[in-house]
T-cell receptor, first 118, second 115 residues
Framework: AQTVTQSQPEMSVQEAETVTLSCTYD???????LFWYKQPPSRQMILVIR??????QNATENRFSVNFQKAAKSFSLKISDSQLGDAAMYFC???????????????FGQGTTLQVKP | NAGVMQNPRHLVRRRGQEARLRCSPM?????VYWYRQLPEEGLKFMVY????????ESGMPKERFSAEFPKEGPSILRIQQVVRGDSAAYFC?????????????FGSGTRLTVV
């Protein structure tokens, strides 16, 4: 079974600085997606960025980028020029794309709470 | 396009009562997923449904929990005889497909409190 681990329960960053959130996962599959979701106090789950496993190039979305290391099964999120609105809980998630395993369900990590200091 | 609508936003039930949580997927989305989030934890998959069919219920507790997605109307997650441990936020997500490139849209969740 696949698992997702976020080893940093809490992180803090100064406004305008850069922070990296860690995520590791375990799978025997070769075809999958990885996601980062943001959950602010409103509870809404917001997609930040996603990565397809067969693409070697790291995904980027404006100030958000990932460092995807497939062999190491690592998928970290880098937030540049941090803003107060980035304060939230961040979840890493895995989705299989392999045959019978592909029901589309997401497997989430435990989350990292990010605090942004003004 | 109204997005994924979940209601109620907050639900309080006494122990032993029934809880019904509703989810209306985005227009054009025929795949619905339910997740549960316990305090300070990540979301845990419960069940995946398509219209009139349960496809994967591997995350559903064996007793008291059931889900449906009828041909007409919203998907319903039903919890019978609620206990304090059922207190959590329940999220619904919908997707047009499970195929490559398709993403999910999440609702804002229902926070269930059992007193």
């Amino acid at each position: 079974a696949q698992t997702v681990t976020q080893s940093q329960p809490e992180m803090s960053v100064q406004e305008a600085e850069t922070v990296t959130l860690s995520c590791t996962y375990d799978t025997s599959e070769s075809d999958y997606y990885l996601f980062w979701y943001k959950q602010p106090p409103s509870r809404q789950m917001i997609l930040v960025i996603r990565q397809e496993a067969y693409k070697q190039q790291n995904a980027t979305e404006n100030r958000f980028s990932v460092n995807f290391q497939k062999a190491a099964k690592s998928f970290s999120l880098k937030i540049s020029d941090s803003q107060l609105g980035d304060a939230a809980m961040y979840f890493c998630a895995y989705r299989s794309q392999n045959g019978a395993s592909n029901t589309g369900k997401l497997i989430f990590g435990q989350g990292t709470t990010l605090q942004v200091k003004p | 396009n109204a997005g994924v609508m979940q209601n109620p936003r907050h639900l309080v039930r006494r122990r032993g009562q029934e809880a019904r949580l509703r989810c209306s997927p985005m227009k054009g989305h025929s795949h619905v997923y339910w997740y549960r989030q316990l305090p300070e934890e990540g979301l845990k998959f419960m069940v995946y449904l398509q219209k009139e069919n349960i496809i994967d219920e591997s995350g559903m507790p064996k007793e008291r929990f059931s889900a449906e997605f009828p041909k007409e109307g919203p998907s319903i997650l039903r919890i019978q005889q609620v206990v304090r441990g059922d207190s959590a936020a329940y999220f619904c997500a919908s997707s047009p497909s499970t195929g490559r490139g398709y993403g999910y849209t999440f609702g804002s969740g229902t926070r269930l409190t059992v007193v």
